[in-house]
């Protein structure tokens, strides 16, 4: 039995590296996917699906699923209380965990997908949050979740669709960077974050390697702002004719 739960091989095997995120995807015994992390004092193995721990909080596939089937039956006064704060909070961190693992993989979509998850479970949590005091330290964390989401999905547009693509997810995701710092009443820091300059530098390198100008979306932005009516009408319709095709 000792020998069997001994995990002495596959750390001195696996290195850990300081500063890098260090993942892989296994099969487990059943034959199922799961990512491993390698980590300064051992591993960790999440599940790929749903809850990274595996759990199912109250027969939920989330925390976040229960949350809101509790809403449903506890009406619109539903707060949180210490207990539940604390398990959201268990939560979202597992899924950061999982997403920084998708992204070092290069799985994208994945790291996307759970991006998502986060995001939409912190706009729950601020409708049943305790106090201001809990939501600001949760909503500290939404640019940075916003901008690994933009990266992900930029990268996946990249490979799956071509860079002008991953152009337009960029921008879409500077968009949704400058309404948090106008609802938080803070636009004038959003030209010099540094998450939003490393945005602009990933927007730029893919626009000089592949050599491509200003997307049709964009050229559709500067027409609108400098009153090219007939230029933008035209403009649109070639859109339409790319999305339809």
Not at 76 to 94: G, I, K, M, N
Request: net charge negative; hydrophobic share 40%; aromatic share 8%.
């Amino acid at each position: 039995m000792a020998r069997r739960n001994d995990i002495d091989r596959i750390l001195k095997d696996w290195k850990f590296e300081p500063g890098e995120v260090i993942a892989r995807l296994v099969r487990a015994a059943d034959g199922r996917e799961v990512l491993q992390m390698r980590i300064d004092l051992g591993l960790l193995q999440l599940e790929v699906d749903h809850r990274p721990d595996g759990t199912h909080p109250g027969g939920a596939e989330t925390y976040f699923d229960y949350l809101l089937a509790l809403t449903i039956h506890e009406g619109r006064d539903f707060t949180l209380s210490e207990e539940q704060c604390a398990e959201a909070d268990r939560e979202l961190v597992q899924f950061y965990q999982r997403r920084i693992g998708w992204l070092s993989l290069r799985e994208f979509r994945r790291a996307a997908r759970d991006a998502d998850h986060s995001l939409a479970f912190m706009d729950f949590l601020k409708t049943c949050s305790p106090n201001e005091e809990w939501t600001l330290s949760h909503e500290q964390y939404r640019p940075f979740i916003l901008f690994h989401r933009t990266q992900a999905v930029a990268l996946a547009e990249l490979d799956e669709t071509g860079p002008e693509a991953a152009i337009e997810a960029i921008n879409q995701g500077l968009v949704r960077l400058r309404r948090f710092f106008i609802d938080v009443e803070a636009e004038e820091r959003f030209d010099e974050d540094e998450l939003v300059s490393r945005l602009r530098e990933l927007r730029e390198s893919i626009r000089e390697h592949y050599h491509l100008g200003r997307t049709l979306s964009e050229r559709l932005a500067d027409a609108v702002e400098s009153e090219q009516f007939e230029l933008a009408a035209r403009l649109r319709d070639e859109i339409a004719r790319r999305t339809i095709s």
